[in-house]
């Protein structure tokens, strides 16, 4: 057995404490990946579940705090079945109207619809009626961008047009008649346009 | 004795050392990605983000309420500092790629992400959320310690091995876990849908004006081959989620899914969500292989660059 050295000890010490810190890191490290492992599981895949659904109301405050919400339903459970876009009426003070076009990605050049697919996006959001709270918001930023300190805007009207995609079977034609609605009137204020 | 093999099989999958490269060059695509992102978004910046945007701060947090980490929620709502998050986040997702300061220029770049996201959730779509959830593990990985310029301070500086060190891949793990999910959560979507079970989602996506790019061929838009297609998405997305796992069928599955992410980005315009998803595939490339293929487009530049260098000569 070798005699113990003054030094013998501490060095043990040390040796032990550096095991138990990587003991310790490395369970912390195994707790992060089951609870991701769990929690991204439970979130993303679609279930009916009741112990499911309650355990993402418990997780919900922290995957939306933290930026880990997700959800993967492109084209899912059914794509849209009619091509649609959006325009706005503007109505300004002396009576006039204008016709403002939301951009439509199949009239854009391909460098153009690069750049503002994100109004394809906006626009299918926009259909939405459970966020009808931005359509006033729409309506303000519309009025801003035809703003004529002359003969302000006083409405804006929002305009969606609509065609049904005929399913295969049903015929030769592709798409039914152009439909159209007036889904939202909003008189402007003075201070939505400063 | 099952569970101790339970055990090692997870301590192997999560914490065996492997080669940083896959997860090196991950970064790199990761954040040109990111700056490709900012770039298409810079000409509206300040109508999707700014004090006077299309969605204002205050229907945001109506529409989508709790608190969120949203640094564009606490700056001083003007178009200067919404410009000024622009130009930091764009200068750190630079720094990212080339791999400098690398992992405060993870957490600055999942920062900047998030916040982006959570001032206006109504104009991003899978490919930003896929960058989001993966860049959160990418702040846990060792994303710099190849392919970079970290690497390369540490070994001018006499700190690096001029041989790459192998690390622990668990979060390199967490983002394959991640892109597994997407395809397995999309493809446990669509089949609660009537069109992709009877095999019709395509004849829909592809009649969809605003998403058309280039034109497709009229005989791969008839119903049959559409209803085949329809299908088929469906089995490679369940593949792509589950079988990616097993290494015998891992390469096919992602020459599979490559075609096929490919021919959307050719046929629909969803700017960027294909290069986004695709970006992770390299994590499921052993380093070994990502070398062969880097040693064999080397030799082919090379006898590209030779005889253009003895003309020269």
Redesign the interface.
């Known amino acids: 057995m070798a005699p113990e050295t003054p030094e013998a000890e501490p060095a043990f010490n040390r040796s032990n404490q550096t095991r138990w810190l990587q003991g310790a890191k490395r369970t912390a490290i195994n707790v992060f990946l089951i609870f991701y492992l769990v929690v991204i599981s439970a979130w993303c895949i679609p279930s009916t579940s009741a112990l499911i659904l309650r355990f993402r109301e418990r997780i919900r405050p922290y995957m939306v705090w933290s930026g880990m919400f997700q959800s993967w339903d492109m084209f899912s459970p059914k794509p849209e079945s009619a091509n649609s876009y959006f325009e706005a009426i503007v109505i300004y003070k002396d009576g006039s109207s204008q016709l403002w076009p939301f951009p439509r990605m199949e009239l854009l050049s391909l460098t153009r619809r690069y750049f503002k697919e994100r109004y394809r996006k906006f626009e299918q959001n926009l259909q939405d009626r459970d966020d009808a709270a931005l359509w006033p918001d729409a309506a303000r930023y519309i009025a801003r961008l035809n703003a004529n300190p002359s003969n302000p805007a006083q409405r804006v009207m929002l305009v969606i047009r609509w065609s049904d995609i005929i399913p295969p079977a049903a015929g030769t034609s592709d798409h039914g008649p152009w439909n159209v609605d007036v889904f939202y009137n909003y008189v402007v204020q003075p201070e939505d346009l400063q | 004795m099952r569970l101790r093999s339970l055990v090692d099989a997870w301590n192997r999958f999560?914490?065996a050392p492997q080669s940083p490269v896959p997860i090196g060059l991950f970064r790199a695509i990761y954040g040109t990605l990111v700056i490709a992102t900012l770039v298409?978004?810079r000409?509206?910046w300040l109508?999707?983000y700014g004090p006077?945007?299309?969605?204002?701060l205050s229907?945001m947090h109506?529409?989508?309420p709790?608190?969120?980490?949203n640094l564009l929620a606490v700056l001083p709502q003007t178009n200067a500092w919404v410009e000024a998050f622009f130009w930091v986040f764009l200068a750190s997702a630079i720094l990212l790629t080339a791999g400098l300061f690398t992992r405060l220029n993870s957490v600055i770049v999942?920062i900047c992400?998030?916040s982006m996201?959570?001032r206006n959730l109504?104009?991003?779509?899978?490919g930003d959320?896929f960058l989001?959830?993966a860049g959160?593990f990418l702040m846990f990985a060792p994303a710099g310690a190849a392919l970079s310029v970290d690497r390369l301070i540490r070994i001018w500086r006499g700190k690096g091995d001029s041989q790459l060190q192998p690390r622990r891949p668990?979060a390199q793990r967490?983002i394959q876990?991640?892109l597994a999910?997407?395809?397995?959560?999309?493809f446990?979507?669509?089949i609660?849908?009537?069109?992709?079970v009877q095999g019709?989602?395509l004849?829909?996506?592809y009649?969809?004006?605003?998403?058309?790019?280039f034109p497709v061929p009229q005989w791969l838009l008839r119903?049959t081959i559409?209803k085949l297609g329809t299908w088929f998405a469906l089995v490679l997305e369940f593949s792509l989620g589950v079988l990616i796992w097993v290494k015998e069928f891992r390469y096919v599955l992602l020459s599979l899914g490559l075609l096929f992410h490919l021919s959307l980005e050719y046929s629909i315009?969803?700017?960027l969500f294909q290069w986004d998803v695709l970006s992770a595939y390299v994590l499921f490339i052993d380093a070994a292989d990502l070398e062969r293929a880097w040693n064999w487009i080397r030799s082919r530049l090379s006898r590209v660059a030779l005889p253009v260098t003895a003309q020269r000569l």
């Open positions: 999560f914490f298409l978004l000409p509206d109508a999707w006077h945007a299309w969605v204002s229907t109506q529409l989508e709790g608190m969120r980490l999942f992400l998030a996201q959570q109504y104009i991003t779509h899978g959320t989001r959830v959160f668990w967490m876990f991640e999910v997407m395809y397995f959560a999309s446990c979507w669509k609660q849908g009537l069109p992709w019709t989602a004849y829909y996506v009649h969809l004006s605003e998403f058309q790019r119903p559409l315009n969803v700017p």
